[in-house]
C-alpha cells in the first residue's frame, strides 16, 4: 500500500472477492462510468463482475459475457469508449508499488490502456516483495516459461500514465489512464 501511494495508486483492500465487487460497483457508479471494459478472465470474479456491472445497466464491454463477432477496428473503436477498464494482474511489486498485466488469450491489454481510470485486481498470493522474487518463484513452479509463451506482451504499470514531454510539464493520462486503482483482494 505504501509503494503505490508513493506511485499514484489508490490501493484499497477487500477482504473477499464479494467485498471487491462491491468495492468496484461503488467506484464505477462514482465515477459516473456508463461504459467498462472487462478484461476477459474467465474466473467466478470477473463472471460475477460482468453480472453486477450488467445489472446496474453498464455496458460491459469484452468481458466474460456472451459477444457478437466485430471486425477487429470496430472492436477497438467501441473499446475506447470505456471510462473504466478492469483487469486482473499477473503480478504486483511491494518495492516499486508496479502492476504485471499480460497480453494473450482472454487477456485484453486493452483494458489497461484506453479508458482513463484502470482498476487492477490483485489477490495477496500475487504481491512479491520485488521482480526478481517473482521470477525466481515463478521459474520455481514453472509458471515462468508459461506466461512467457502465453502471453502476447507483459505490461509493466507503476503509477497512472504520465509524460512531461510538452515543454516539461508533468501531464497524466496521455499515453494511458489518468487514475489507478490496485485493489488487494484476500
Known amino acids: 500500500m505504501e509503494a503505490w501511494r508513493a506511485v499514484d495508486t489508490q490501493g484499497l483492500r477487500c477482504r473477499s472477492e464479494a467485498e471487491a465487487v462491491e468495492q468496484v460497483m461503488a467506484l464505477v457508479r462514482r465515477k459516473g462510468a456508463q461504459r467498462v471494459l472487462l478484461e476477459g478472465e474467465e474466473t467466478p470474479l470477473f463472471q460475477a463482475l460482468a453480472e453486477a456491472l450488467a445489472r446496474m445497466g453498464v455496458t460491459v464491454l469484452g ?24 483487469t486482473g494482474v499477473v503480478a504486483a511489486f511491494a518495492d516499486t508499488g508496479s502492476l504485471w498485466i499480460a497480453g494473450g488469450p482472454g487477456r485484453r491489454r486493452a483494458a489497461s490502456l484506453l479508458p482513463p481510470v484502470h482498476i487492477a485486481l490483485v489477490r495477496r498470493a500475487q504481491v512479491y516483495p520485488s ?43 496521455v499515453h494511458g489512464p489518468r487514475e489507478l486503482y490496485a485493489f488487494l483482494v484476500g
Open 63 to 86: 468481458g466474460v459475457l456472451p459477444h457478437q463477432e466485430e471486425p477487429r477496428r470496430e472492436r477497438w473503436r467501441r473499446w475506447a469508449t470505456a471510462e473504466v477498464g478492469i
Open 131 to 173: 521482480l526478481s522474487a517473482w521470477i525466481q518463484a515463478a521459474r520455481e513452479r514453472g509458471d515462468l516459461a508459461r506466461w512467457l509463451e502465453q502471453s502476447s506482451a507483459l505490461i509493466a504499470i507503476t503509477g497512472p500514465s504520465r509524460t512531461a514531454d510538452i515543454e516539461q510539464t508533468l501531464t497524466l493520462g
